[in-house]
């Protein structure tokens, strides 16, 4: 009989991409035919949609209570819970199966949030989700994150700007919010002190910097709005080294093993999201006092204490590793 499996993420780039080994291994070693199914919000299906490990797409925007009714019939061995919040506690209420979910580990974030006590472990989110299906047999194959670009969104980087592969590192500018982004002052010096060719990634949102960056600096090139999600993976896979905030194109980057220079602002590596497996040669730069750091939905995130936090970064430190990487 196959074995039918839900695996529930809902967003965002880096989170889902963080569940990826799982889906892999979950594929590859249940005992006998199975079928994985994904539940994500219908803005990411794109990082899954050409996933072999993925069987089967459910997607939801605002009509999360329709999905689910239409999943109660499905026939569920397995619920793999690897969101943990009130809408996944209601999709697991109303569909039959086995549920599995991993520790967040929320009362130590608080705890390191709102009073600088370090409790945490010294493990990864990706472990801490193989430490959730452990009891079905599935161990951890050691092969990173996944990606997987359709041959139709390959970029020609030497048609689309001039640089072959290898020949240009990517700063990916954007991030989910502004306590992991270096102020754009910071982002102006940093191209100034790199002298390498530096192709800017990132969002529509982000369009605006790319372009007064690129037309300030010649070696600075900017793709920021001008590609969708596969399309600055390309890019990323076919460049040298990788400089990214906290953001999901760290993560991609990581699923490509590139050497990556991550940039910790009012986030933390701690939380467990660093990236996971890139280049062993990868560094983090963090910001140099925790006095303003971490901030989380969990407390302390204000702008005022956010914006510190990232002026603390020191930027000799990136272009040093820019330096020690691209050799």
Not at 30 to 47: A, D, P, T, W, Y
Not at 169 to 193: N, T
Not at 223 to 241: P, V
């Amino acid at each position: 009989m196959k074995t039918k499996i839900l695996v529930i993420r809902f967003s965002s780039i880096g989170d889902i991409m963080l569940t990826t080994p799982i889906v892999r291994c979950l594929s590859q070693q249940i005992h006998g035919e199975c079928q994985i199914h994904f539940l994500v919000k219908s803005k990411f299906m794109n990082i899954l949609q050409i996933n072999p490990y993925v069987d089967v797409l459910h997607l939801f925007d605002n009509n999360l209570k329709e999905v689910v009714k239409g999943l109660e019939d499905e026939g569920f061995h397995y619920i793999i819970d690897l969101h943990k919040n009130l809408r996944t506690a209601y999709v697991k209420r109303h569909i039959k199966g086995m549920h599995f979910t991993f520790d967040k580990l929320n009362v130590q974030k608080w705890i390191l949030v709102n009073f600088g006590i370090d409790l945490l472990p010294d493990n990864h989110i990706v472990d801490r989700y193989f430490q959730a299906v452990k009891t079905l047999g599935i161990s951890n194959d050691g092969k990173g994150l996944d990606y997987f670009i359709p041959q139709s969104e390959h970029i020609n980087t030497v048609d689309r700007f001039g640089k072959a592969a290898g020949e240009y590192l990517v700063y990916a500018i954007g991030a989910a919010h502004e306590g992991k982004k270096l102020p754009f002052h910071h982002m102006d010096s940093l191209c100034a002190m790199i002298d390498k060719p530096l192709v800017l990634l990132g969002g529509k949102e982000d369009e605006k910097k790319g372009v007064e960056l690129s037309e300030k600096h010649a070696h600075v090139i900017n793709m920021c709005g001008k590609t969708n999600i596969h399309g600055s993976a390309s890019i990323i896979k076919q460049s040298r080294l990788v400089i990214s905030h906290d953001s999901g194109m760290m993560h991609v980057a990581a699923a490509f093993k590139k050497k990556i220079i991550s940039i910790w602002g009012a986030t933390v590596p701690k939380f467990g999201m660093s990236p996971y497996m890139p280049d062993p040669a990868s560094v983090m730069i963090q910001a140099d006092h925790l006095k303003f750091r971490p901030t989380s939905k969990l407390g302390n995130r204000d702008s005022k204490r956010e914006r510190r936090a990232t002026e603390e970064i020191d930027l000799q430190k990136i272009v040093q590793a820019v330096v020690q990487l691209w050799d």
